[in-house]
């Protein structure tokens, strides 16, 4: 059913989650675009922060990442999510893959509402090294961004930057519109490519 209402020649995608979100579900509507170069995933703004945690939650396993891996199409290469991932989901979503990942953009859905969660956010220099590992067996990395919340230490940050470039996201440029050619005019036609570099702040 899900299929049969999807574009199959889909190549840009913006799902939008909320308390009814199913991941069995998101994973059979990424089974059916074959095309996919594009996916952000996010947190809806209309629901309260226990029903994205339960959402977040769910989707948190090292079954339901390896599934939502073997789901993503091989022509994927940006990846865009408004919510933490376990260290060890991470490591199997991208241990997993067929695609090759060229943007990978980690962002805060809202940060006042995360705050509660400060232990579980807190990524250190272990998520900086499965992007490492991964850059270095995919050969395709070129950017890696993080909100304010991540922090790593310098060592990390010296060698990541070897292979990629790490940027500074805000928690709202992932809703901004998909790049299409009647827009090449305007200011988003710049918008890979205008990200601020590394700052101080990440850095413990």
Known sequence: EVQEQCSLNL????????????????????KSLYQLVHFKLTMTTSCSKYFEYDFVH???????????????SNTLETFEVNFPIEEDCLRVFLDESRFKLRHI???????KQYNHLDPFLKHHDGYLRIFIDYAKRKNSLKELGFAKRYIFSKQYIEEAQRYFNIVMLNGYEIDNPFYDVPMKNSHWSNRNTNFPRISRWMMA
């Not at 909320?18 to 990424?30: E, G, K, Q, V, Y």
């Not at 769910?58 to 993503?72: C, D, G, M």
């Not at 953009?105 to 940060?111: A, G």
């Open 105 to 111: 953009r980690f962002y805060h859905h809202d940060e």
């Open 11 to 30: 190549t840009h995608f913006h799902i939008v989650a909320d308390r009814t979100s199913c991941p069995i579900w998101l994973i059979t509507l990424l």
């Open 58 to 72: 769910a989707l948190n396993n090292i079954e339901t990442f390896e599934r939502l891996s073997r789901a993503l």
